[in-house]
């Protein structure tokens, strides 16, 4: 199966700090970019969908809509992923993004829709599901991990990457020593096309 994946380190989107990033994956939806947000990981945020439908549609997306796993059924969120070919996962808390997906089955709509071609990104928490194992505490914790989605089963990402965060990779690589650690900084991103990866900005690899 051909994967279209993008990992973002970081950034805001109200400030349009992402765009150049944003712009390239509405690009790799082929022109028709219709557009599914997911704030899960922010609470269902409202004000984050206000934010992001708005920016998204002024970047170019044909259309642009939300699902809220608070609020919806899971025929409406699954015909609402059939009918997208961009997915964007918001940023916040890598846990309950996690734990929710898995709760209501999104996550094998979400196979299903990398299966047809889709394009799947995502932000901070967002990126860091989709990967095998994912790392769920702050940073100025201890390290804590859960199994993502899987999408990705050779990466780990440590997302809002910095220099001074070097050890962290390192601890990761020691405790999975298999998995290549991707730390992608604030407004960075991995662009994986299948077995193909590509780095944008600050992202060290190890």
């Known amino acids: ?13 109200q400030s349009a ?3 150049e990033i944003d712009k390239r994956i509405i690009g790799l939806a082929g022109g028709d970019a219709k557009c599914l947000f997911f704030p899960t990981a922010a609470g269902d945020s409202d004000e984050y969908i206000k934010i992001f439908e708005k920016y998204y549609s002024e970047l170019g997306c044909s259309t642009v809509s939300s699902a809220k796993l608070s609020s919806e059924s899971f025929e409406e969120i699954k015909n609402k992923i059939q009918n997208s070919n961009l997915i964007y996962l918001g940023g916040g808390d890598t846990c309950c993004l996690i734990n929710k997906f898995k709760e ?13 071609g889709g394009v799947l990104s995502g932000i901070s928490a967002g990126a860091s599901a989709l990967t095998g194992i994912s790392i769920v505490s702050e940073l100025d914790e201890e390290l804590c991990f859960e199994k993502g989605f899987g999408f990705l089963s050779k990466y780990i990402v440590l997302p809002h990457y910095q220099k001074a965060y070097f050890d962290i990779l390192q601890q990761i690589k020691t ?3 298999d998995k290549t650690v991707l730390g992608i900084a604030d407004l960075a991103a991995v662009f994986i096309d299948d077995e193909e990866i590509e780095l944008f900005s600050i992202v060290e690899k190890i």
Request: charged share 25%; aromatic share 6%; hydrophobic share 40%.
């Open 175 to 177: 405790k999975y020593p």
């Open 17 to 19: 700090q992402t765009a």
């Open 104 to 116: 209501q089955n999104i996550v094998n709509e979400l196979e299903e829709f990398l299966g047809r």
């Open 1 to 13: 199966m051909t994967k279209k994946i993008v990992l973002i380190g970081g950034g805001e989107i």
